[in-house]
């Protein structure tokens, strides 16, 4: 059906919305390049993903040109590879590391928000994936107190992909109106340091501003969501977090106070960044569509491992199905386990079993959530310090239960794509550990 039509995987997406499955299952079937359109591949690299999305890799596809927002065209949908790098600029200027200082402080002010709301909540059952988007008002654009009382009550009236356009367009208006005391991040978008010839018009400034709020929230909130779902169906690893964070923050310190020292810890990197980012990130990444790129007529055609790809194809990575394939990460490649990214001589698997450094697989070079190259995710940085911030200042001050075991079972089938990743509901009781 793929071969005849594209409009096949637009069925699979509205019938059941887990085109992700379907793909990784073709692979599984066919091999490491399937097709998935009359004029579309989805390929499982080897060693092949620098040639789609290395530095020098294939221009984006048609796909993107359905990237419009109210603002006009933003930096996710522009093809032109020039072009794209002369949008990117700002942004860059923007995930600089003055302007990450910025960034961290506001971080810093909504977990605290954040945390006094869940003690609020204390014995109550609280779905921590609803609330997980609490962050969603991208507050490292700008720091905007008037949202916040509107999301603390209603998170989940942002949840939809129009609400969230209403918001954004709001927080973007807002911002070129009042202008800001704060070197934000429209601040670099606007051009406001005079370092282009020519400025921004405010139709660039308003499609990336909402570009920030749409590409950013909502993939933070639902990779903390994740996040939270691995750590509460593996105790022993949400224990193993809790020791480390006890022994390098101990009570009274602010593990937020310290975010530089938050980044480096060295069992958070593998149990946090890698269970946030890396392990989490590795079973669930929160951007199920493609990434899609095309070959140019002018190129003639090139070669992706042992297979000659004519001109004016496009050639798809679906993270989830390349993060799975047990030729890139192994053992366990379905399972949650952190371990796989530490450096250790051997490795106990939760089954007890022992396994030697060289047997295990770990090809990091696949490992694409924030994809790779010169589109590679703009707000990585950002969204690394907000979920190192969210997780481990919830893992120290509460203790979590989960009262029904039914949605930690239901939660890997309640992952859908509808635009952005739509997952269920986590609910658990938070109880303060320090009163
Ligand atoms: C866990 C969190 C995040 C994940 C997994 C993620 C993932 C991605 C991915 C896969 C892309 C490439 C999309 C493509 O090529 O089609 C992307 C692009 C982008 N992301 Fe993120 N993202 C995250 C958070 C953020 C945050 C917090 C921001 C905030 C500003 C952000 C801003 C952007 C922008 C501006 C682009 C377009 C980059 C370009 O076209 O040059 N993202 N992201």
Redo the contacts with the bound molecule.
Sequence with gaps: MCRISKGWLAYLTVKDKKVHLYIKDLHERYGDIVRIGPNELSIIPKDTTTTV?GPKGLP?GPY?NSREHEGGV???G?RDPAL?AA??KP?ARG?NSTAMKYYEDVIRDETTTLLRVLRERKSENTDISEWMSFLRD?A??SHIPWIIPLLKYLPSASKSWEDMKVVGATLVKRRIQDGSTHPD?FHYLMDEDGNEPVKPSLEVCAG?GM??II???D??A??LSHVWYCLLSHPKCFNRLRSEIDEVFPYGEDPMGNLAKLAILPYLNACMLSA??NEA?RLY???L?A??RRIEPETGGIVIGDHFIPAETQVSLY?YAIHRDPRHFWPIPDQFWPDRWLSQEKYVLPSGDVIPLDQMVNNREVF????AG???????N???A??RAVISSIVQQFDMKVEDQCSLSKWEGDIHEVFVTSRGSLPVFLEPRFG
């Design positions: 999305i984006r993107y933003s930096l996710d522009i794209h949008r990117r942004w995930m991208a490292w654009i991040l990336d570009l920030a590409a950013g929230s993939t933070a639902t990779t946030i980012h990130l990444p929160p951007v569509g990434l899609q993270a694409v959530p924030f994809s010169p589109m590679v995710c703009a707000g990585k950002v969204a690394m907000e979920m």
